[in-house]
């Protein structure tokens, strides 16, 4: 879900996917688990691979998500908010 | 291969096919095909590739490719095992208090193979105590109605002879079938004793 969310405004390349979970979502995950994920989801047809030189000389594997990619992205947000809302109910419950 | 990697040292070159084919090969042992297994490769290509070009300057060296790689998860990290644990096993926050080490040793639950001997021992014990009961019981039955009728054909066939002045074998086997009756039953019981 947090790779689908990164990608949800803009595409991006894999190293950056990388760096944005790191700066924006303070997650550390690591290439060995995100390229793996990234190869996944563009197979299922999540994601799209668009091949393009850098301006620094090399090439880069842009990734973005495709309408299902989006469908399947707001599936897993409203799952997600869901488990959260029960989550947080239940812990406040429980410091009362 | 990209083209900044071929305008790359032959030497350096080669530390990071290694690095690549090293991967491939990890992969290789995940259920992952063949094209998910390309694109992973070719990923982590294009992130050397990427931390290449930020070297300030000309010609990478040596040293700077051994730091990148080093920079990077290890090849185990794509293999079978880490795969199986589950990306969360992986993902963490930043704050350090908080992360696990990134490749602490699995807990893997054990002796599951000796929870398997041990049912397998347990079902087939269980059995033979069965088919030792039913056999036995058997036994009993077969021991009791042969005797009773060795005793009876016996009995019947040695007042037979003795009115018609039959045989001596034939007698002889009469009474060896009448005697067979006490013996067995008194084996049996006495079996029965030495069981309880």
């Keep these: 879900m947090c790779v689908l969310a990164v990608l949800q405004d803009q595409e991006g390349y894999g190293y950056e996917i990388l760096e944005r ?3 924006e979502a303070d997650l550390e995950l690591t290439e060995s688990t995100i390229y793996p994920l990234l190869a ?16 620094n000389g090399p090439q880069r594997r842009y990734y973005r998500l495709t309408a299902e990619g989006q469908r399947r992205l707001a599936q897993m947000v409203k799952h997600w908010e869901s488990i959260n809302e029960s989550v947080t109910k239940l812990l406040k419950g429980r410091s009362k | 291969m990209t083209e900044l990697l071929t305008e790359l040292a032959p030497s350096i070159q ?39 070009s930020r070297i300030d300057r000309d ?16 090849p185990e990290a794509y293999g079978s095992g880490s795969m199986q644990q589950g990306n969360e096993h992986k993902l963490h926050r930043t704050d350090s208090r908080l992360a696990p080490s990134r490749f602490a040793n699995s807990t893997e639950p054990k002796g599951g193979v000796l929870a398997i ?48 002045g039959g045989k001596g074998s034939a007698k002889a086997m009469s009474i060896i079938g009448i005697a067979s009756f006490p013996v067995s039953t008194a084996v049996m019981c006495l079996l029965l004793l030495f069981l309880s």
Excluded: H
Aim: aromatic share 4%; proline share 2%.
């Design chain 2, 14 to 52: 080669k530390l990071i096919d290694a690095r690549l084919d090293n991967i491939d090969r990890a992969l290789l042992s995940t259920d992952i095909g063949r094209y998910e297994r390309r694109q992973v490769v070719c990923a982590v290509e294009d992130q050397i590739m990427e931390l290449v």
């Design chain 2, 59 to 74: 010609e990478p060296s040596r040293d700077d490719i051994l730091r990148i790689l080093a920079s990077l998860d290890p």
């Design chain 1, 40 to 55: 996944r989801l563009s197979k299922d047809g999540m994601l799209l691979i668009r091949i393009a030189k850098s301006p």
């Design chain 2, 117 to 164: 001997v041990s049912v397998t021992s347990g079902v087939i014990s269980l059995l033979s105590v069965l088919t030792v009961f039913v056999l036995g019981f058997l036994a009993i039955a077969m021991v009791g109605v042969l005797s009773m009728a060795a005793l009876v054909c016996g009995i019947v066939a040695l007042c037979q002879l003795t009115y018609t």
């Design chain 1, 21 to 23: 979970l790191r700066s």
